[in-house]
């Protein structure tokens, strides 16, 4: 067991060592990364953590005294952040893993053990996203970027490891985003903001957009959620109804997204003729369909902004019954679908953060 001395000021009154032991030989070639667990106007603070065969070290001093062997368990706690931090960058760097064991020493005695039975094992799970996501930004931020895109990952992991649960993280990890890079005072702001940004730069959104290019737009649009959010957007008998549908319809041109769109323009048939506005509506959706226009980032929003959203609002204020109840039903399945693109959406953000 290798002992590093890492002296940043001040008096220290303890040393730690954390060493974790993985069930995979992952690193051939041993090296290490700075984390930086505190920081106080211009000045940070690092631990260090190094990668050597089936193991991860961390290594660090603090100028209290460490004594309490519940350290490590306190969602507070900089060596909890430290443990999760490293187990993060290895997953989405090299792959799954079950964690062996976790011990920490203090002042070279070790002060406590966790065995692989009192671990959650929550990186065992295959992940598509590996090396997609650039995870080396969780040492080479500034604390509380560092620590979002902590939050984040661990949420992606989540959804990962349990299926019935997976659209649920998955928007965990896209609101903790929203809050993070948008300056909105309500939520509507936050979201209206974030649909300028994809708009305006797409090129921050590679993986949104390769997502929609590669895949039949049909399968994750036309489904129950799409007639929902519109329905949702422009409620009967609410204020500026017929101004609320209308806009919705032309917020948006893709052919695809029209073709959908079209499908129950008729729900509002009647509200829309007795103001001579349904032809109007027609004659839109026929050009965008008859010009085949292909704007990817209509197709990203209404998943998201729409789709995704409207789904959020009735699963999580308890609108709808829950989908994974003793059998699995198409609304589950629904959940399924709309969980990609969010998840691909929840990356572009994480990449583009500096």
Known sequence: MKTI????????????AIRISLNSDFF???????????????????????????CVYIFGNRTSEISNEHAIETQASTYFKD????????????????????????????????ESIAIFQNFNCNTEYKSTIDVEKIFNMKLTDSNVIMNCLMQIVLSLCFNTEKFSYSWKCFN??????????????KLRQLRVDIEEHV???????????????NVFLDKNYFKGALLS?????????????????KNFSDYRVAEVLKKYVDLKK???ESKNKYQEIINYLDKCIDQSIEKDTDVVRMLILKCAYYLRNKYFHAEKIPTSFILKNDNDEELDIITVPLRWICIDIINYLE
């Open 5 to 16: 001395y890492i002296i940043f000021g001040g008096k220290i009154m303890s040393s730690f």
């Open 28 to 54: 051939s070639e041993s090296f290490y990364k700075e984390i930086i667990y505190r920081e106080v106007k211009e000045k940070r603070y690092y631990d260090k953590v190094y990668f050597e065969t089936n």
């Open 83 to 114: 443990i999760v931090k490293s187990l993060l960058y290895v997953y989405f760097k090299y792959g799954s893993f079950e964690i062996n064991n976790i011990i920490m020493y203090v002042d070279g005695k070790q002060l406590v053990n966790y």
């Open 176 to 189: 903790a985003l929203l809050n993070h890079v948008t300056t909105g005072k309500t939520e509507q702001d």
């Open 203 to 217: 090129e921050k959104y590679p993986n949104s957009i390769q997502f929609v290019k590669n895949n039949d737009m």
């Open 233 to 249: 957007a422009a409620p009967e008998d609410g204020k500026d109804e017929l101004k609320k549908f209308i806009d919705y319809y």
């Open 270 to 272: 009647s509200l829309l």
